[in-house]
């Protein structure tokens, strides 16, 4: 094949360049993709992926060609490390390093299937050999994700196989940064880290902003807790969000491009940054890039280690080396931004978008999702829902096609509770409301918010007080306290919210919650502050009832508040086998050996120690 | 020239001034804490929360950075903005329930007490407007303090919680301190800065022995200072009263007429 010598210099180099790599594949008998995501990882991936690699390179007596490749997540976590096989697209579950002589041995050299590391159906039992017959597949659209679990992450060559840089060929090639811009803007593209804000309309304000030079910021700063959609992305397919801010940087009249990446995030500061020198090295990136003329270089910047980071004046202050602080200002930074120049900041998930709108078209994209909300968009799964994992979805599907089709309902059939969406400053979605479509509009009529696409499935065992004080607490911690609202209103809320659930709720708490609930929204410098009631509001909005009864009968309906419950002895289910009374650190337990024991209400502080040694679940919560 | 319409009164106002710069300018009070003209505005109290016409909504914003780029409906005395601004008021009370200034700022906003419990720790009535850490940095131009922390554990330190090298006892932070957590104590000879701990020489004057500035000032001036106030420090340091009647002295011994006009002070 033609090995590429320097740089690509035009456009036709691209191409032939991309037609002998797909010559290539052409001879290749076997591609086995280990699934290396967040979830696989510390599953043992990172070895099944080693053994396959050392396999291959044993069994490289040229009789079968195999090449394994590393890939970014491919959804299913839950059963991680996946392994998935072509030709026949074979899919592998729970896979451990054990596993690979004998996928080896039935799948690679063979045409047979491994039947145990199949995905089985639940109650059916029957195997599925694809992921079409895997339940959590179904009604996925991936665009933003469309190569990630597909391409060697690591891989540029693979990048480009798939199509990738074509995009950029093409807007490039043969359109007007003017063209660019109005693409983007029909698309209807919304932008994917929170605010949902009309992608085309800031990149017009940027564009028509005044100082030189402009920048360019994915910002992957990702810290919602448990949400890990831009970590996947930036893993398994950093070219994506690179193809994209070249195009966005041609498009507004930018030359310098930043990628701000969490701290916390190794792997993907590892990929961008190896991505970034492999693309400049063939000349996609740098002076020139494909003898269009254009020039745009990008530069990797690691976060501040900070939630509050990732809002956008926080960001370009920690960009600048500056502490990563919101800056209270009324001039939005598209015009005044990172070094007080016109900086467009997108979400590197908006980002990965961009190629395939301006690939496929905007008409393309805005056929998809709902009026108002156009695409799809990225949600780690997680919670008491039976499959988590990485989902992508058209715009507009319903929590319950999310849940339950595709996460397969809630852990143990038990009932539903709520759904937390839109990561810490979001809010909890009662079952009666499964039905509706998620999109950017409906989510907020609802109390909640698509934020950066975090859902946290919740089944009845959740308190939703607590719930609300867990994010509150996290929020407490995450401000920066530069504002008074922020710094001195969250902690009177969760102070508030730590008596109720400690059992000293009076009358008026839910009023008092809800007043400074529009004090921080009203006075917050900042987003963080200004939302940082929304989980006590929605969770007041749907489950006041939970709230009352904790504050007025001080009960928890959950049974999750310690002391707002009792522990009781089921007679019928206690076979006196004397565990919990010698466990009992207050010797509130009775009973006499083989006969039901009984616990002196009087004594018993409520520690739990019974629940946690009963083996025969005869300890009760009442 | 835009006109900013502040509850039913049309000012005159520049591009890019402050709405509090229009309403001070006109004697209309906006209460403020983080604010102080000689500095950076920093919108961080939150307690000069006015509400801007939006065209069908009303936008709380901070009048002390609010740029003024057209004309603009302010109001200030509407029954959302006084809640907002007693609202934040009563949160600064419940953390600094001590501070006389803040209650006597309080009582001016119709907050004579606060319904909130003291649920974060200040030091010595400490606010965290920041006015300190700015000055230090924005006109001394020294760090010698910094905001560290992050929400309710932010606080006011010198590195390390040391007394800081920088410091040259100045005196600007304990200056635009609001509420006296800040203070410069003379103790004989000896200056310290409270609550950092830094401690200097004093320096007098020559003639009547009253004390001057810290000596450490005087060294940073003789460093740094434009050439003019070179000058003045290589000759005799007087106070301003030694310095007057030197003055006096020397224009009679002259044959001069009478007492010269009043010499400004310094
Ligand atoms: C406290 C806070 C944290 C945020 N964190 C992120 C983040 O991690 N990633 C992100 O893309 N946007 C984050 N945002 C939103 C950004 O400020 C900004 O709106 C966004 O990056 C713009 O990109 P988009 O238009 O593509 O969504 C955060 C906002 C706030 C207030
Ligand atoms: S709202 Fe919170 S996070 Fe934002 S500036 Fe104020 S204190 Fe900092």
């Known amino acids: ?622 | 020239m835009p006109t900013v319409t502040i509850d039913n009164q049309a000012f005159a106002a520049e591009v890019d001034e402050t709405i509090l710069q229009v309403a001070a300018r006109n004697g209309v009070w906006i209460p403020t804490l983080c604010y102080h003209a000689a500095l950076e505005p920093y919108a961080s109290c939150r307690l000069c929360m006015v509400e801007i016409d939006r065209g069908g909504w009303w936008q709380m914003v901070t009048a002390c950075n609010y740029p003024v780029r057209r004309d603009v409906t302010v109001r200030v005395e509407s029954e959302r903005a006084i809640r907002a601004r007693r609202g934040v008021m009563r949160l600064l009370l419940a953390r600094a329930p001590e501070s006389p200034e803040l209650r006597a700022l309080a009582s001016r906003l119709g907050v004579t007490q606060t319904d909130f419990p003291t649920v974060t720790e200040a030091e010595g009535n400490c606010i965290l407007c920041g006015l300190c850490v700015r000055a230090c940095e924005e006109r001394i131009g020294t760090a010698a303090i910094s905001l560290t922390g992050r929400g309710v554990e932010r606080k006011v330190s010198a590195p390390f919680g040391e007394p800081s090298e920088e410091c040259i006892l100045c005196g600007s932070c304990a200056a635009v301190c609001p509420v006296g957590t800040i203070r410069l104590e003379v103790h004989g000879d000896e200056w310290e800065l409270v609550p950092f701990g830094k401690k200097g020489p004093a320096q007098r004057c020559a003639a009547c022995g009253a004390v001057l500035t810290a000596e450490l000032v005087r060294e940073a001036l003789a460093r740094r200072g434009p050439a003019a106030v070179q000058g003045i420090l290589a000759g005799e340091e007087l106070c301003a009263r030694c310095k007057r009647k030197k003055l006096v002295g020397q224009l009679l011994a002259a044959g001069g007429s009478g007492a010269p006009s009043a010499p400004s002070e310094r």
């Open chain 1, 1 to 622: 094949m033609k090995t590429l010598v320097g740089k690509f210099e035009s456009f036709t180099d691209l191409e032939q360049y991309r037609s002998a790599l797909k010559d290539r594949a052409a001879g290749v008998d076997c591609v086995i993709r280990v699934c290396c995501g967040p979830g696989c990882i510390p599953k043992g991936a990172s070895k099944v992926y080693e053994a396959f690699r050392q396999a291959a390179e044993e069994a490289d007596d040229k009789t079968v060609s195999v090449v394994p490749k590393l890939t970014g997540c491919q959804g299913l976590c839950e059963c991680g490390p996946i392994v998935t096989l072509d030709p026949g697209g074979i899919f592998y579950q729970h896979v451990q390093e054990g596993d690979v002589a004998e996928i080896w041995r039935e799948s690679v050299l063979g045409s047979g299937v491994v039947d145990r590391l199949l995905h089985h159906d639940e109650k059916t039992g029957q195997a599925a050999r694809t992921t079409e017959g895997v339940p959590f597949y179904q009604g996925h659209q991936r665009i933003a994700l469309a190569l990630c679990g597909v391409i060697d992450a690591r891989s540029i060559d693979d990048y480009i196989a798939a199509g990738g840089y074509q995009a950029l060929a093409k807007a490039l090639g043969s359109m007007k940064p003017e063209e660019v811009l109005d693409e983007v803007y029909r698309s209807g593209l919304r932008g994917r880290g929170g605010g949902g804000f009309l992608t085309g309309r800031k990149w017009r304000s940027a564009r028509e902003a005044h100082g030189e030079p402009k920048f360019v910021i994915a910002n992957g700063d990702e810290g919602d807790p448990g949400a890990f959609m831009d970590r996947a992305l930036m893993e398994g397919a950093p070219h994506a969000v690179i193809e994209g801010m070249i195009i966005g940087g041609y498009a507004i009249g930018s030359s310098n491009g930043y990628i701000y990446v969490r701290d916390e995030y190794p792997i993907a500061v590892q990929r961008l940054r190896d991505a970034v020198a492999k693309a400049r090295e063939m000349g996609l990136l740098g002076e020139n890039i494909l003898g269009s003329g254009f020039s745009f270089d990008i530069r990797i910047s690691r976060g501040g280690g900070a939630f509050v980071c990732g809002e956008s004046t926080a960001l370009m202050a920690s960009l600048e080396g500056r502490v990563g602080e919101p800056r209270a200002k009324y001039v939005h930074t598209v015009e005044f931004g990172f070094r007080n120049k016109p900086s467009l900041l997108n979400n590197v998930e908006t980002w990965a978008n961009v190629p395939a709108i301006i690939g496929r078209g905007a008409d393309w994209f805005a056929g998809i999702g709902t009026a108002k909300s156009k695409g799809t968009k990225v949600f780690s799964l997680v919670g008491k829902v039976k499959n988590t994992g990485l989902v992508e979805v058209p715009m507009g599907m319903t929590l319950r096609q999310i849940i339950y089709q595709i996460g397969g309902g809630i852990r143990g059939d038990r009932p539903f509770k709520a759904v937390q969406t839109g990561g810490p400053s979001g809010g909890c979605i009662p079952a009666a409301y499964l039905d509706e479509a998620v999109d950017f509009d409906r989510l907020t009529e609802l109390g909640s918010m698509m934020g950066s696409g975090g859902m946290i499935v919740m089944d009845e065992d959740t308190c939703m007080v607590n719930i609300a004080r867990y994010f509150l607490r996290f929020l407490k911690e995450e401000s920066c306290g530069k504002c008074t609202p922020c710094r001195e209103g969250i902690a009177q809320m969760l102070h508030i919210l730590d008596e109720i659930v400690g059992g000293r709720g009076t009358s008026g708490d839910l009023e008092r919650l809800q007043e400074l609930a529009v004090l921080l929204e009203d006075t917050a410098l900042c987003a963080l502050g200004k939302t940082a009631a929304n989980p006590v509001l929605s969770t007041v909005r749907y489950f006041r009832d939970e709230y009352q009864e904790h504050i007025e009968n001080h009960r928890c309906p959950a049974k999750e508040c310690r002391g707002l419950f009792r522990y009781q002895i089921d007679a019928a289910a206690c076979t006196g086998c004397g565990v919990c009374r010698k466990k009992c650190p207050v010797e509130a337990i009775t009973g006499k050996k083989k006969e039901p024991h009984l616990i002196d209400a009087d004594k018993c502080t409520n520690c739990g120690t019974c629940f946690d040694v009963c083996r025969f679940a005869a300890v009760k919560k009442v």
